[in-house]
T-cell receptor
Framework: EAGVAQSPRYKIIEKRQSVAFWCNPI?????LYWYQQILGQGPKLLIQ????????DSQLPKDRFSAERLKGVDSTLKIQPAKLEDSAVYLC????????????FGQGTRLTVV | EDQVTQSPEALRLQEGESSSLNCSYT??????LFWYRQDPGKGPEFLFT???AGEEKEKERLKATLTKKESFLHITAPKPEDSATYLC???????????FGRGTSLIVHP
């Protein structure tokens, strides 16, 4: 079974630039998550989708971050404009359903803002 | 505010030296406590979900237990390939947001 795919693996941008990350979840998984993991910390949930609807985005900095899930499958996370403190690994995860079900994570995109 | 604290931050063991990692939490209405393993440069890998005090789950050399205030991840006779960061997360009733701890970095020396 193919896992969660993310691209790119690494990205270096200057502050105030824009960046986008892409995620393809496991086939058939209705729930998709985007997490931010700063070095030395646990992952922090940014947004959760159920199919193509947003379940929770209360921790998403909406002045600069946006996310969409096209047709309930792939998803993109965008940062515009980026700040130095956005340097982190952005992880995408998916699960069959939300709630307490097991989530499978992708390898993440490591973003460095200089 | 929900809090999840993991200890120790880092742990070095000799191969075969059993030990335990701790995850303490102060949340209301626990709906699930999750353990993940994370290798460098990779996303977390799911290990266990525990739902109620007294529950235990095992997988190979790992055993997770849960009380009303904390969870332990016991590692029996660890091997170097068990070296990783172990993360715990909790989910509470009424919230879809899982709260992760900072993790315990485990190194097992041969």
């Amino acid at each position: 079974e193919a896992g969660v795919a993310q691209s790119p693996r690494y990205k270096i941008i200057e502050k105030r630039q824009s960046v986008a990350f892409w995620c393809n979840p496991i086939s058939g998984h209705a729930t998709l998550y985007w997490y931010q993991q700063i070095l030395g910390q646990g992952p922090k949930l940014l947004i959760q989708f159920q199919n193509n609807g947003v379940v929770d985005d209360s921790q998403l900095p909406k002045d600069r971050f946006s996310a969409e899930r096209l047709k309930g499958v792939d998803s993109t996370l965008k940062i515009q404009p980026a700040k130095l403190e956005d340097s982190a690994v952005y992880l995408c995860a998916s699960s069959l359903a939300g709630g307490d079900t097991e989530a499978f994570f992708g390898q993440g995109t490591r973003l460095t803002v200089v | 505010e929900d809090q999840v604290t993991q200890s120790p931050e880092a742990l070095r063991l000799q191969e075969g030296e059993s030990s335990s990692l701790n995850c303490s939490y102060t949340v209301s209405g626990l709906r699930g406590l999750f353990w993940y393993r994370q290798d460098p440069g990779k996303g977390p890998e799911f290990l266990f979900t525990l739902y109620s005090a007294g529950e235990e789950k095992e997988k190979e050399r790992l055993k997770a237990t849960l009380t009303k205030k904390e969870s332990f991840l016991h590692i029996t006779a660890p091997k170097p390939e068990d070296s990783a960061t172990y993360l715990c997360a909790v989910r509470t009733g009424g919230s879809y947001i899982p709260t992760f701890g900072r993790g315990t970095s485990l190194i097992v020396h041969p």
